[in-house]
């Protein structure tokens, strides 16, 4: 079982939405908090949104206002729903688990375990 799986990636027009998942293996849900990253080609890979122990969540400023991150404790999940795409979002989506030993996060986030990432594609 692979400790963290994306999906729900694609190509979408410029305004558009998709909605990002990924499943946590138990131990990693358990142990981690978990967020979401993208890097664009050529740039580096920067964190988009996280979400802690307590279900506060943090966003970094281009997916303010337009990306939500929420969870699912049943399902060891997390989703990253996006609206108002835009081009400049295109990038590969990756799932992270980030260490948070007080279970909240510390803004600017960093992974300790990835996922295989997914793409995401928006066009006008």
């Known amino acids: 079982q692979r400790q963290l799986a994306e999906s729900g990636g694609g190509s979408v027009q410029a305004g558009g939405s998709l909605r990002l998942a990924c499943v946590a293996s138990?131990?990693?849900?358990?142990?981690?908090?978990l967020g979401w990253f993208r890097q664009a080609p050529d740039e580096e890979r920067v964190g988009v949104a996280s979400?802690?122990?307590?279900?506060?969540?943090y966003y970094g400023g281009s997916a303010k206002g337009r990306f939500t991150i929420t969870k699912d404790n049943n399902l060891h999940s997390i989703y990253l729903d996006m609206v108002n795409l835009r081009p400049e979002d295109t990038a590969i989506y990756y799932c992270a688990a980030i260490l948070c030993p007080t279970g909240k996060v510390l803004w600017p986030i960093t992974g300790e375990r990835w996922g295989q990432g997914t793409q995401v594609t928006v066009v006008t």
């Open positions: 138990p131990s990693v849900y358990s142990s981690y908090c």
């Open positions: 979400i802690d122990y307590y279900g506060d969540t």
